[in-house]
């Protein structure tokens, strides 16, 4: 069987993916190719096209979504479904948006849609929830799911870099884009955990409803701290089934060096998932680049091949329905360059001055969290969650070690 | 579509798959049990068979084998391959010896053998082989593989309880079975390297050709010595490509803290896969188990469902010949209690008494290390490679440290 591939974008991903294909099987090449950019020089050996129509109007059978522009790219996937074709897309900004959407369109017109790179690229991780958990029960999910952020956190653990350098090296290496906000403030975080929980727990939490707090405020006397408790800070995106609801957080986070997210260096992502049948599953890969993220858009290829599609068993046949998460209470060690800045988030928690810096303990409601982010960024607050590795009676005492003044 | 399933055996594995499938849908529990003993006391609710013929004669269209024995296993297995049925096996032992015929009985009679249970338990490790390397070159893959070992060692390292004890105690808790030898003398696990081998490097290596020295031999000495330079010691199962071949051999090895085996301990088994396009990938995950394993054959059951079978496309389309590995030389650390016991295998090293042992550093052949099996089980010689994580200078210079005479 010889398909017809049409792939939209050939960038970092859609390059990665054509050289695997190019050195593996020549029936996998797209026959059509659509990008954007007329100025731009391009490889001459191939054939580029500028009108979306040669693929969306052709007789293609799989369209390859690997575009940059998250609408564009739901206008490509969502009219290639309503033609009943197959699809592969990476783009994780318009999935976490649209599979609502999507999975209609899917049922509705008999095309199927994978997309194993939007999510920790280069690891399995959709196609391992999506067949290897049935019958089975996920309590929790936590994932380090942005190179980026953990190539620059790595940085500042390592080679003693302050953010700032850090985020300069990560963009020189090709880690981070030219404007890296999206991987600092941890969004690109939230596409994946909303693409994530809905294979893990079939519940769709759109990715604005997520707690998010990214590397951005993470500073060196937050470094220091942990250092000093043989912690590393990570930054962990976690949804926990509880008898309430589902919880869903993404923050930094002190990791102990027992847990398998320890040590997860550079551009690696990992995910860790406990369920009733299975105990603890990790899996750790690459989370970003042209091979890996290609590798995955390749390996979707090979299974469109043989008739696979996602099952999404835990949504039991059931209507998606955006959700919100529940909110819950979290330990965190929360700090500040000002008393005015740290007071509305402590609450009455009792705050200490040290490295420069005021500092409170205390246990604080993601849903409060979430009013208080305009204020959190304004101020450059730093909040590092104490993800159980610590009590906060001993984070509390190592901050006063290092303390200067008590104020309260 | 309701399937008719036939299931052999009701123990550990057997009893998983059925609670999983109860739980979550009655059409995936099995319509006959065949069990062997009839004196064994049941579950009454439940009807068993003691004639295999009313699953291998029935209008079944999935058999589930389960059972301890890998003769009468391959009876069932091939006789159910030859009326074209689909299959699931968890049987490490039978599959390790006999895949080149199961796959072309496959081929010839178009049914399908999916075995994911059989190495790492409740780690989709095949699937993924399967899936996620296409158009990949893998060049290592290295493993934790037999959970009983590997609980074995934690109890060595976090307990300081001798090997006696710790086998006692993974007897005591179900990580290891009532005749422990296959797992601590390393067999389980060839058994297990043969089947990943062939679905990531497309050879086939008979588990008798590979290198297999287990734990026990390694003794309080050598745990000692690699604690007090913050090292581990893992039974590592290692396939790694070279321009000459391929290169096999389990081995307990050194293991460093920046190495992910390094956090698996207790019955838990670990896959790390080095690749072209993917660099590191890791997979952790229990390794035994009732409902570990049982999930694994669960989740088989599911892609058998969808039509879903094993690829093998590192074979190329071409018939599977069993071959050797390629020997190489490794660095080790090598001890015993007399003189005698460690000359033969250590040739012109240099050879050291510390902590009540002879002690040598050499590289030595595997072909060499083959040779002198028998040797090594009937003089109790410990082997540990270094597995590149400490040259064969430091070890030595380690061993000094603790030593008492200097003998050559
Ligand atoms: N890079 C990674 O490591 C990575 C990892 C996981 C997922 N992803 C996702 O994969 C997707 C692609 O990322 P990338 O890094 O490959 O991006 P990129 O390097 O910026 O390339 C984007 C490509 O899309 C083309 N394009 C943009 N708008 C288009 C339009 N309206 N119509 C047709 N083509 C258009 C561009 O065309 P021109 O060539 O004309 O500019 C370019 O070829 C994104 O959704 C990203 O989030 C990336
Ligand atoms: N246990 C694990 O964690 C694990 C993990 C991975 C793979 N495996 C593999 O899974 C398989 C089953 O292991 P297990 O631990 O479940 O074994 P088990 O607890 O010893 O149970 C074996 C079952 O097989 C039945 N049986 C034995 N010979 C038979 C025959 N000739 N015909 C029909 N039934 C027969 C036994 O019948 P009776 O009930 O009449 O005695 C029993 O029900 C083995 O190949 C093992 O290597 C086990």
């Not at 979290?330 to 928690?349: F, G, H, N, Q, T």
């Not at 409060?368 to 005492?397: F, G, M």
Request: include cysteine; aromatic fraction near 6%.
């Amino acid at each position: 069987m010889t398909n017809h591939i049409g792939l939209f974008g050939f960038g970092v991903v859609g390059q990665g993916y054509y050289e695997i294909a190019k050195n593996d099987r020549l029936a996998l090449l797209p026959k059509t190719i659509v990008v954007q950019n007329k100025n731009k020089e391009r490889d001459h050996s191939l054939q580029f096209s500028f009108d979306p129509k040669d693929i969306l109007d052709a007789p293609c059978d799989i369209g390859i979504e690997l575009i940059s522009d998250p609408v564009q790219a739901y206008d490509y996937v969502s009219s290639l479904l309503k033609s009943g074709k197959k699809i592969i897309s990476a783009n994780k900004k318009m999935l976490s948006a649209h599979l609502p959407e999507l999975l209609e369109l899917e049922k509705i017109y008999g095309g199927s849609l994978l997309y194993e790179a939007s999510a920790a690229a280069g690891i399995p991780i959709i196609t391992c929830l999506d067949c290897h958990f049935r019958g089975d029960h996920i309590s929790q999910l936590q994932g380090i799911l942005n190179g980026s952020s953990n190539y620059i956190l790595s940085r500042l653990f390592q080679d003693d870099l302050s953010l700032q350098e850090a985020v300069k090296l990560a963009q020189e290496n090709g880690f981070a884009e030219a404007d890296p906000t999206l991987d600092i403030n941890g969004s690109d975080v939230s596409s994946k955990l909303t693409i994530l929980s809905l294979h893990a727990f079939g519940k769709y939490i759109p990715e604005g409803e997520i707690l998010t707090l990214g590397v951005q405020h993470v500073h060196a006397a937050d470094v220091a701290l942990a250092k000093s408790l043989g912690l590393k800070i990570k930054l962990i995106a976690t949804a926990k089934q509880t008898p309430q609801g589902l919880n869903m957080y993404i923050l930094p986070a002190l990791v102990g060096e027992s847990d398998p997210l320890f040590l997860v260096e550079n551009e690696y992502n990992a995910a860790k998932i406990t369920s009733q049948n299975l105990g603890e599953q990790f899996f750790q890969g690459k989370g970003a680049g042209s091979l890996p993220t290609g590798a995955s858009v390749y390996a979707d290829l090979t299974k469109v091949e043989k008739g696979y599609a996602y099952s999404y068993d835990k949504l039991n046949g059931q209507k998606i329905n955006p959700q919100s998460p529940h909110p819950t209470s979290l330990d965190a060690m929360i700090s500040a360059d000002s008393l005015e800045a740290l007071k509305p988030l402590v609450a009455s928690a009792p705050i200490h001055q040290a490295n420069g810096k005021y500092w409170a303990v205390s246990a604080i409601s993601t849903a409060e969290l979430i009013n208080q982010i305009p204020a959190i960024e304004a101020n450059k607050v730093s909040v590092i969650a104490l993800n159980n590795v610590l009590s906060k009676e001993d984070a509390l005492a190592q901050i006063q070690r290092q303390e200067t003044v008590s104020l309260k």
